[in-house]
């Protein structure tokens, strides 16, 4: 069974359509990055994966549930823009991690913080920016889930902070889950996508793994990217 599927799904906010007739399914086990350009769709169709928004129409399964209390067991959420209280400390955090989330895994947090150097007493308030990313991110890979949303989780950090990014993804999901990356920056998150989904308009205009695209195209995702989306 699918792990992620949309079935015909549309959303539309007024006169105005974010997603038209959408169908996508990921098995688990596969890193797959979500591409396209800003107000392409991306995050639309994360926070409808998330319970965040409704479709106007079709159907998103998680697990062959729609997204509710049973799914928000299994997925673990990054959302596009940094959510952590500026009064609360890194222990804090841990804690609230801990009661809220059954598979959170506190010791996995700990050892990632250290090696960052962050102490536990240290408040988000206190933190750089790419500090809070890290932790944010920390956060949400130190859970046991079956679906990680990435919602543009290397947007606006500098190059160092987004390889350390990607390494922490690599490194830290569940290997039987699936991971969904949403960004434009193709390059830097190439060398982790077992499969991409390029979107566009609300549309999808590609589903393929990445072994297709450099054997069938001749080309890196990035320069196939560059060549349907250039103006």
Known sequence: MPIFECKNLSKSYGAVS????????????????????????????????NGLLTPTDGHLLIDGEAPGP??????????????????????????????????FDRQKARDMLNRLGVPEVQRIKEMSKGTCEKMQLILVMSRTARLYLLDEPIGGVDPATRDYIINTIIGNYNPQASVIISTHLIADVEQALDDVIFINNGQIVLQSSVDDIREKNGKSVDGLFREVFKC
């Open 18 to 49: 974010a997603l038209s007739n959408v169908n996508i399914s990921i098995e688990p086990g596969r890193i797959v990055g979500l591409l396209g350009p800003n107000g392409s769709g991306k995050t639309t169709l994360i926070k409808l994966a």
């Open 70 to 103: 049973k799914t928000r067991k299994v997925v673990s959420y990054l959302p596009d823009r940094l959510c952590l209280p500026p009064w609360m400390s890194v222990v804090q955090l841990l804690d609230f991690f801990c009661d809220f989330y059954e598979d």
